[in-house]
């Protein structure tokens, strides 16, 4: 069967990838880095993040369903393998025969682990996010009593600012590390690792910036980028003044335009929100976005580039923090919305 060219491209960059682990794993101090690859690693390709990270010395990943573990067990040790989001009664006998780490939020689950034979698992604490997690009259009860509880885990709710809400977590979850006997614990994201060594505590678990996100400022020193996108010219036109572009025509030509329309939309993760507030760039010339992004193309006025014609390729601005910035939509949201259509590739 004949492989089709796709007319966009995701360009992911594997050495900045493996130096964005490694600077988070020497900013966690005498903590070690493990690494958040829930949701296809942020959409960048679970298979080859894990991969390379495990190469450059990460033990320990975190995924949020069954069939995310199972997807990467044949990469690494089952057991460096923790499933974030629970564990249900119909899914125990595979859980166990899989081998990957569960992680405990009620104690409906501790108590039908212990039923089934217990074993070593991790157990969420909620320290104030108020999602997943045992609260402390759990822990008071007995919930942990019988379990070979691994680590103590608890999540930062606004790490990413500076807010009482940050000391208050710490506070909280150091009162549970003092109640459980845990072999190792853990708090800090991404943006929990710029708090500083009282929340690194034995591991840290970041996320958005080891695929090149600024969870805080300062991090763009250190931090890489990871993920650029380049899209196809389809087709090239003049447009006269007075021209409307795109749906519902919320764009019209001032003076004559040179037309640009590219093999990309909101059906690749490139939101609407994009729509006449986005770039792209060849050779250091910018190429705005005109008119409304659609579901497959997007509009761009070429009068920067006289030169370009159908069929060369375009560089599209997805700068995390810019682009942030431009629609309103978060880091980790510009991520995980990436498509499947784009031809992913490493470098």
Not at 153 to 171: E, G, I, P, R, Y
Request: aromatic share 8%; net charge negative; hydrophobic share 45%.
């Amino acid at each position: 069967m004949t492989d089709f060219e796709p007319p966009l491209r995701l360009h992911l960059d594997g050495e900045a990838l493996v130096s964005n682990w490694r600077a988070l794993d020497a900013h966690s101090g005498a903590a070690r880095a493990g690494a958040a690859v829930k949701a296809n690693a942020y959409g960048l390709g679970v298979r080859e993040v894990v991969a390379r990270l495990r190469d450059a010395g990460c033990r320990d990943f975190f995924v949020a369903h069954w069939g995310e573990a199972q997807a990467i067990a044949d990469l690494v040790s089952p057991s460096w393998i923790s499933v974030l989001n629970g564990l249900a009664q119909s899914d125990l006998a595979a859980a166990r025969a899989l081998g990957a780490t569960p992680v405990l939020n009620t104690p409906e689950q501790l108590a039908n682990w212990r039923n089934a034979g217990g074993g070593r698992c991790h157990v969420m604490f909620d320290s104030g996010i108020n999602r997943l997690g045992l609260v402390p009259q759990h822990i008071a009860d007995g919930a942990l009593d019988g379990v070979e509880v691994d680590m103590l885990m608890s999540h930062l709710a606004s790490a990413d600012t500076d807010v009482a809400q940050n000391s208050a977590q710490l506070n909280m979850f150091s009162q549970a590390v003092s109640a459980t006997n845990a072999q190792r614990f853990s708090l800090a994201n991404s943006a929990g690792i710029m708090l500083g060594a009282d929340y690194h505590f034995d591991l840290t678990r970041p996320g958005i910036s080891l695929y090149g996100g600024i969870a805080r400022a300062g991090m763009e020193e250190w931090i890489r980028p990871v993920v650029r996108l380049s899209a196809r010219l389809l087709q090239v036109r003049n447009l006269p003044a007075g021209a409307m572009v795109g749906y519902n025509a919320t764009y019209v030509c001032s003076k004559e335009t040179r037309l640009g329309t590219i093999s990309i939309g909101y059906a690749d993760g490139y939101l609407r929100a994009f729509s006449s507030k986005g770039m792209a760039w060849v050779d250091g010339r910018a190429l705005p976005v005109i008119g409304r992004v659609s579901m497959d193309l997007v509009t761009l006025d070429l009068d920067a580039a006289p030169d370009l014609r159908e069929g060369d390729w375009v560089d599209v601005e997805y700068d995390l923090v810019t682009a942030a910035g431009l629609t309103g939509l978060s880091q980790y949201e510009l991520l995980t919305n990436l498509g499947s259509r784009f031809a992913r590739i490493w470098s």
